[in-house]
């Protein structure tokens, strides 16, 4: 395929539901690509000889290598070059920022659209899957060594299944009653289906990792306890991000008042939407108001969308669509879906009538100079204050640290947020002898795919370390 | 899955389980929760461990029958199994020697008195239980707290047992008498919680109350669980579930577990009905 060509050929679009039959359903927004569609867009890859795409990869795929592939419908093939480098493609192809990672360094983006590297990515992972040809990678022989993973999010499932390869013999210890993390209770089923995080969750059993639920390290048992009697070798704490933070405003413990964590896990974990098959319920309510504006808020706001009471949700964000951190994608779907921005208000009393919300006040905001997150500062309005009816309210101001596991392991830093602190971020190792630590529980809230990227680094870090004891 | 090894209906309504979960036993401490999960479509649904026994690896649960998953759980027999059981939960009751505690336990608050009466008893305490209950047959464990207390005393709405009252009359009277009371623990209804923290607010003893509000994970996650004591939004999972009573803002807990009493109901409702057609079809 000649470089001109492929200039030429648009990115493919991807086939989705209709934003009508979309927006109260729960079955996955995006098709993917067909096997056609996927040819074609790969042909688009330039196979650049130094290529950028790949240094915009967290987990550093062989993005070139697997497109290049796949372009020839060698489709299985792509998807085991993927996993050579990211255990987790099905997921990542969905949930990744592309356009902040990859797709933003690719060369053909200069100019036109850049190459559509997370729905090839998709592609791959989804066809390997759905034609049954998973098959598990050559394990190193037995090291004989055992290591505990806190916590079945992503980073810990990655360094699981990279810990697995090496010979390791692994166990996830997750405190929910699914493992998963927040590809489970988090990302909702319209933009994850959870049979692909359950698919994952097969193919490490199939590696031989150990996955028990219903494990509260730092309750039922330390991270000493696990390193003496139970034998383990080494520790990788990737417990994610914990308590959500809230407004700090009046009102805020109104009935309706929820925070995006408990909104989202009602539903994705605990299917409050099939209430009362389900047994945990969620209120019908209304009018929603998401408060924030990323991925959390998008993800909780397309959710309360879909229930079958809504009539309308409303994004409620202080800054404009510039500073929103929410991808694109998200909000172009949420547009599509029906969902009412409001840009530069910002949330200062949550009204309510007999203990449940009716509304929210708010200020409308300007923006002023760059703040230290590099965003455009808001600044409040006098005399700006008005009503926003609403019968519930979802906070989607991000989250704090989990607190349990540094409670009770006194030898473990962490900084004045409660966040792991490494004493070498290059192999995620802490204070702890034998404990590492990644994912959002070290870095604050952030991306699977950052997760992803520190479950590699400390796997690798976790190896050399056991290997040398 | 775990485990029911044994069964006991102590009153109506009111079971006692001893559930088979033997990591969970080993570090269970008084005050502490876990959450249970009964089947795959169940709630996750929190229980104070009322007791616990390491060597045998076994926890004794109580619940009272009156929403969708207790009674489902009332149906549940010896030798049946639990779907999830995750803990131990919450953090422990601060236990030391006081001087003269007194616990007071409301109704089904009783249970979760029992463990954390037995261990500052054994700290040294002079243990004052105050038991109460509408009436005598619903008194839980009145043998099983005269072994952990030094002292018990009773108080039912009717009068059908000790004093004729609340529990909170029973204080006031130990208080009036010039009774010293160094330190109270208040288990049961919010209302009764609230009562008996207002009741030592003025004398200054401290009191510390148990929450129970709504909580879906109960690890530290979702936030569900927020209670404001003092001017600050803390959580019952993780940094309760017992607090300063007299910092707790009580109406506002009260309103909130109000959220979901609709659907709590057209839950039992829909439940009650496969309950009863189970009946007549002879399968319960």
């Known amino acids: 395929m000649s470089a001109s060509k492929g200039k030429k050929i648009p990115r493919q679009p991807v086939p989705e539901q209709s934003a009508k039959a979309r927006s109260k359903s729960f079955d996955e927004v995006s098709y993917g690509y067909t096997p056609t569609m996927a040819m074609l867009e790969a042909t688009r890859c330039l196979q650049c000889k130094k290529p950028k795409c790949v240094m915009g990869c967290p987990v550093h795929v062989a993005i070139p290598e697997f497109i290049k592939l796949v372009a020839a419908g060698e489709f299985i093939a792509a998807a085991r070059k993927i996993k050579e480098t990211n255990s987790l493609p099905a997921v990542t192809g969905r949930v990744c920022p592309q356009e902040d990672q990859c797709e933003k360094y690719c060369v053909l983006g200069l100019k036109n659209e850049p190459v559509a590297i997370g729905q090839l990515e998709r592609f791959a992972a989804d066809y390997e899957r759905r034609e049954g040809k998973i098959e598990i990678p050559e394990l190193a022989p037995s090291t004989g060594k055992k290591i505990a993973i806190i916590g079945a999010g992503p980073a810990g499932l990655t360094a699981a299944g990279d810990l697995a390869k090496l010979g390791h013999e692994v166990v996830i210890f997750e405190a929910l009653h699914k493992a998963g993390g927040v590809l489970f209770y988090g990302i909702p089923q319209f933009r994850l289906p959870k049979e692909i995080v359950d698919a994952e969750l097969e193919y490490l059993k199939l590696m031989g990792v150990e996955i028990k639920v219903n494990y509260v390290i730092g309750k039922i048992k330390s991270l000493d306890e696990l390193m003496t009697d139970e034998g383990f070798d080494a520790v990788f704490v990737s417990t994610g991000s914990g308590l959500p933070y809230f407004l700090g405003i009046p009102g805020e413990n109104l009935n309706g008042v929820y925070s995006a964590n408990e909104f989202l896990t009602r539903v994705n974990l605990m299917h409050a939407w099939e209430f009362p098959v389900f047994d945990t319920p969620l209120h019908a309510h209304k009018t929603i108001a998401v408060i924030g504006g990323g991925n959390t808020a998008l993800d909780a706001a397309r959710t309360a969308l879909r229930l079958p009471s809504t009539e309308k949700v409303m994004i409620v964000y202080r800054r404009s669509p510039d500073e929103m951190s929410a991808r694109d994608e998200e909000i172009k779907h949420g547009k599509e879906e029906g969902l009412e921005f409001r840009y530069l208000e910002n949330p200062v009393r949550i009204l309510g009538a007999d203990g ?20 455009k500062k808001p600044i409040p309005i006098e005399g700006s204050e008005f009503e926003l009816e609403a019968d519930a309210v979802v906070i989607a101001l991000g989250s704090g640290t989990n607190p349990l596991i540094a409670q009770n392991t006194e030898d473990l830093k962490t900084d004045s947020r409660g966040r792991i602190k490494l004493s070498d971020a290059d192999i995620q190792k802490t204070s702890k002898k034998g404990v590492f630590a990644g994912g959002d529980i070290v870095t604050g809230a952030a991306t699977v795919i950052s997760a992803m990227g520190a479950g590699k680094k400390a796997a690798l870090g976790i190896h050399d370390y056991v290997m040398s004891q | 899955m775990f485990e029911i090894i044994d069964k006991q209906r102590l009153a109506a309504g009111v079971f006692r389980y001893v559930v088979q979960a033997p990591e969970i036993a080993k570090k269970a401490k008084a005050g502490q929760f876990v959450i249970l999960r009964l089947n795959e479509h169940g709630e996750r649904f929190p229980i104070t461990i009322a007791d ?30 639990i779907l999830d059981l995750v803990g131990p939960l919450g953090l422990a009751t601060e236990i030391e020697n006081f001087g003269t505690v007194a616990l007071v336990g409301g109704g089904f608050g009783i249970a979760a008195i029992h463990p954390i009466a037995r261990e500052l008893t054994q700290a040294g305490n002079k243990t004052i239980s105050i038991m109460g209950s509408r009436n005598r047959d619903l008194l839980l464990m009145q043998d ?7 002292e018990v005393r009773v108080a039912t709405d009717d009068g059908s047992l000790g004093t004729e009252g609340l529990v909170t009359d029973v204080l006031n009277d130990m208080i009036d008498k010039g009774e010293i009371i160094d330190r109270v623990i208040a288990i049961g209804p919010l209302v009764m919680m609230k009562a008996v ?3 030592t607010r003025p004398l200054k003893i401290q009191t510390r109350v148990s929450l129970n509000p709504i909580m879906v994970d109960g690890t530290g996650m979702c936030g569900a669980c927020r209670v404001t004591v003092g001017s600050e939004m803390k959580f019952a999972c993780v940094d309760g579930p017992e607090f300063d009573g007299h910092r707790v803002d009580f109406d506002g807990l009260i309103n909130r577990l109000k959220t979901y009493r609709p659907e709590e109901k057209k839950s039992l409702d829909q439940f009650s009905q496969v309950v009863d057609d189970e009946c007549r079809l002879g399968n319960l």
């Open chain 1, 356 to 375: 449940w919300v009716t509304g929210v006040e708010c200020q409308k905001m300007k923006l002023g100079e760059p703040d230290s997150s590099g965003r």
């Open chain 2, 52 to 81: 616990w026994d390491s060597g045998q690896g076994t926890l004794t649960l109580f619940v009272q029958a009156i929403g969708k998953t207790s009674i489902e759980m009332s149906l549940l027999h010896g030798g049946d199994s």
């Open chain 2, 197 to 199: 923290s207002e009741l």
């Open chain 2, 144 to 150: 099983e707290m005269k072994k952990v207390s030094s």
